[in-house]
């Protein structure tokens, strides 16, 4: 379970944080650790802490030392076809978080069971090293998977990234930003960090805009020394914005950028639905390929939000798509409203963008 909204402490990160190929392990099945026998399951192949980078900085209690992993969840490989690849990114404010969460490693499974690749990866938290080494180590980690497609039967061709949270954060980053060099990952340098798609639940689109975007009833104040945003940027995003702004999804949108989708429930009282808000309407702006599901009475959970889009009847929801087309003096907007959003929307995303 990761980054659930309890209000019972004063501080973001309090409440947050009681929520919660070398060195290789091989497992098949549903939800097993490394080096533990697994239910068998001819579904989905595992492959554990699977050594992306060495990172010296890395030190916290949730890594291996000196290193950042990755966990490969892959489709039944007796089928000739090659998988496309999700890399997921953990949330936890930057600061903590696991890539096998128990409660996110259904979400993994449920894709690898429609034919998907998912990399639930780690990458360095703010106290080990602050902006941009976070989102670089996204993209080593694109090049690492990329490097090794012909190991794993991956569609190197094909990539998305999602996240939640803050993990969305770096997730929609990725998509934003593959034209922005002083990003790239330092993986093998013949291998792009480029992303086809970006996916975001609940993320943080504009970090000098969260005291802007708060839900009227947080408990939580935002933007000050030791607030997350301000640890990531090392710096006080309310007193130097525009750093808050250098790590923020929202300034880097333009119309080449490949399509975003974004998940946000408007109960969310740790990152105001408006964060996405601000960015759809950026990416109208824009003429960007984006759609934006506000989710009725959601708050701030990523087993909520699956458990609500894995449900039959769909999700209540408002749902906003940018369209553009060439010959538009600007971009048409369509709204729709109801019980509309579940998983499948996301799964024909991703087909449709990652040509599956």
């Given at each position: 379970?990761?980054?659930?909204?309890?209000?019972?402490g004063?501080?973001?990160?309090?409440?947050?944080?009681?929520l919660?190929?070398?060195?290789?392990?091989?497992?098949?099945?549903?939800?097993?650790a490394?080096g533990?026998?697994?239910?068998?399951?001819?579904?989905?192949?595992?492959?554990?802490?699977?050594?992306?980078?060495?990172?010296?900085?890395?030190?916290?209690?949730?890594?291996?030392?000196?290193e950042?992993?990755?966990?490969?969840?892959?489709?039944?490989?007796?089928t000739?076809?090659?998988?496309?690849?999700?890399?997921?990114?953990?949330?936890?404010?930057?600061?903590?978080?696991?890539k096998?969460?128990?409660?996110?490693?259904?979400?993994?499974?449920?894709?690898?069971r429609?034919g998907?690749?998912?990399?639930?990866?780690?990458?360095?938290?703010?106290?080990?090293?602050?902006?941009?080494?976070?989102?670089?180590?996204?993209?080593?980690a694109?090049?690492?998977?990329?490097?090794?497609?012909?190991?794993?039967?991956?569609?190197?061709?094909?990539?998305?990234?999602?996240?939640?949270?803050?993990?969305?954060?770096?997730?929609?980053?990725?998509?934003?930003?593959?034209?922005v060099?002083?990003?790239?990952?330092?993986?093998?340098?013949?291998?792009?960090?480029d992303?086809?798609a970006a996916?975001?639940?609940?993320?943080?689109?504009?970090?000098?805009?969260?005291?802007?975007?708060?839900h009227?009833?947080?408990?939580?104040?935002y933007?000050?020394?030791?607030?997350?945003?301000?640890?990531?940027?090392?710096?006080?995003?309310?007193?130097?914005?525009?750093?808050?702004?250098?790590?923020?999804?929202l300034?880097?949108?333009?119309?080449?950028?490949?399509?975003?989708?974004?998940?946000?429930?408007?109960?969310?009282?740790?990152?105001g639905?408006?964060?996405?808000?601000?960015?759809?309407?950026?990416?109208?702006?824009?003429?960007?390929?984006?759609?934006?599901?506000?989710?009725?009475?959601?708050?701030?959970?990523?087993?909520?939000?699956?458990?609500?889009?894995?449900?039959?009847?769909?999700?209540?929801?408002t749902?906003r798509?940018?369209?553009?087309?060439?010959?538009?003096?600007?971009?048409?907007?369509?709204?729709?409203?109801g019980?509309?959003?579940?998983?499948?929307d996301?799964?024909r995303?991703?087909?449709?963008?990652?040509r599956?």
């Amino acid at each position: 379970m990761t980054d659930h909204d309890k209000r019972n402490g004063t501080t973001r990160r309090s409440v947050l944080r009681g929520l919660s190929i070398a060195g290789s392990a091989i497992a098949l099945s549903t939800g097993s650790a490394a080096g533990t026998p697994a239910t068998p399951s001819r579904e989905i192949e595992r492959y554990e802490n699977l050594t992306y980078a060495e990172r010296p900085d890395v030190d916290h209690e949730d890594h291996s030392d000196g290193e950042l992993r990755l966990d490969l969840y892959l489709p039944d490989r007796r089928t000739p076809r090659l998988a496309p690849v999700v890399v997921y990114v953990h949330g936890g404010q930057w600061l903590y978080g696991d890539k096998a969460d128990p409660g996110e490693v259904p979400m993994f499974e449920h894709f690898a069971r429609r034919g998907f690749a998912v990399a639930s990866i780690e990458y360095r938290f703010a106290t080990e090293a602050t902006f941009p080494a976070q989102i670089r180590d996204v993209n080593t980690a694109i090049q690492w998977l990329r490097a090794h497609a012909d190991d794993y039967d991956l569609d190197a061709e094909n990539v998305a990234t999602w996240g939640t949270s803050a993990g969305a954060h770096l997730a929609a980053l990725a998509g934003v930003t593959n034209e922005v060099n002083e990003f790239d990952g330092d993986g093998p340098a013949e291998y792009s960090s480029d992303v086809q798609a970006a996916v975001s639940w609940y993320g943080i689109m504009a970090l000098d805009r969260m005291r802007e975007t708060a839900h009227p009833d947080s408990p939580y104040e935002y933007e000050h020394a030791t607030a997350p945003e301000s640890l990531l940027v090392g710096e006080t995003v309310g007193e130097n914005p525009e750093a808050g702004r250098y790590a923020s999804p929202l300034k880097y949108v333009d119309p080449d950028d490949p399509p975003l989708l974004l998940y946000h429930g408007n109960d969310d009282r740790i990152v105001g639905h408006g964060q996405s808000e601000l960015l759809f309407e950026r990416a109208c702006e824009r003429c960007h390929d984006t759609t934006f599901y506000e989710l009725h009475g959601l708050g701030h959970s990523s087993e909520d939000v699956y458990s609500a889009l894995s449900d039959a009847p769909p999700a209540e929801a408002t749902a906003r798509t940018v369209h553009c087309k060439p010959t538009d003096d600007a971009p048409q907007e369509r709204v729709r409203d109801g019980p509309i959003a579940s998983l499948t929307d996301m799964e024909r995303f991703l087909r449709r963008n990652l040509r599956h």
